[in-house]
């Protein structure tokens, strides 16, 4: 038999096929077929003989299973397969003499995987049996996948939030800051280049802070008017927290608490 043919687990090495047949015949021609291409193989001859078995280490890649069985037939054992987490994902072909439409139809909505028919062809079965095995392998390397990838995503956002709160600490350290406000966007170029004027040295303020534009360029209506006309005024504030202006300020000194009006206040230094 050519070996690259040859059936191969879910785990790469040898599957593990678990035959299920009352017939003693039935289960010598099965298992022949099974172990010519490669496979293992656990007989039983019952119900609960398949039961115990399917439930040993390594559990079965495959379970083969006659449906017309004393006491416990396959319609029974693959309801009591499908209840137990650990033989529930192994697929099951029905193997049987019954040629009825009906009968296949029932075992797929039972949870069985596919059909064989009695006497079984070698060929078909086989490429039934790879084809179950290959598709088992395929849905247990995606779940591993997925697996993989919730773990990166989970690593990545734990990394982020420990930058970000690197770079908040550093910030806080060298005098920068990150204010939220709501101006317009005039406001928020003069509040700019109030940062970068160099009549406020990262030091300390001077003693008397006066604001870098002229009243008539800075003239806004009262609903906008949150920055003054001209101010002089020694320690002067930031504005209220009704203008809203998101910048980095490295001028060494950080915004005193804002009013709850609309035009900035001083303090005594």
């Given amino acids: ?17 678990l035959v299920v047949d009352d017939t003693p015949s039935n289960l010598v021609v099965i298992s022949t077929i099974v172990e010519d291409e490669g496979g293992e193989v ?8 398949a039961l115990r078995l399917a439930q040993l280490s390594p559990r079965p890649d495959l379970i083969l299973l006659d449906i017309m069985m004393p006491d416990m037939d396959g319609h029974m054992v693959l309801a009591e397969l499908r209840k137990n987490p650990l033989t529930r994902d192994i697929p099951v072909i029905f ?13 797929i909505s039972e949870g069985a995987a596919d059909f064989v028919t009695k006497p079984v062809k070698p060929a078909v079965l086989i490429a039934r049996v790879r084809a179950q095995i290959e598709l088992s392998r395929a849905q247990q390397l995606l779940s591993s996948q997925k697996s993989w990838l919730e773990k990166e995503v989970a690593r990545q956002v734990g990394e982020n939030t ?3 709160n690197r770079l908040q600490l550093t910030l806080e350290g060298t005098g920068f800051g990150i204010w939220e406000c709501a101006c317009s ?13 160099s009549a406020m040295p990262r030091s300390r303020p001077p003693s008397t802070t006066t ?3 002229s009243p008539r360029k800075t003239a806004r209506s009262s ?47």
């Fill in 1 to 17: 038999m050519d070996n690259g043919n040859r059936l191969i687990g879910i785990d790469g090495k040898k599957p593990m096929i």
């Fill in 162 to 164: 420990r930058l970000e």
């Fill in 211 to 213: 604001w870098p534009w």
């Fill in 95 to 107: 193997v049987t003499a019954m040629n009825d439409p009906e009968e296949e139809e029932r075992g």
């Fill in 42 to 49: 656990r007989v039983a001859r019952n119900g609960p003989t």
């Fill in 223 to 269: 609903k906008d008017n949150c920055w003054p006309q001209a101010v002089t005024a020694p320690r002067a504030r930031w504005p209220s927290s009704a203008c809203a202006i998101r910048m980095a300020a490295g001028t060494g000194w950080k915004p005193a608490a804002a009013a709850s009006n609309t035009t900035p206040t001083a303090s005594p230094a």
């Fill in 185 to 197: 966007p005039g406001a928020i170029a003069g509040a700019r280049a109030c940062a970068r004027s």
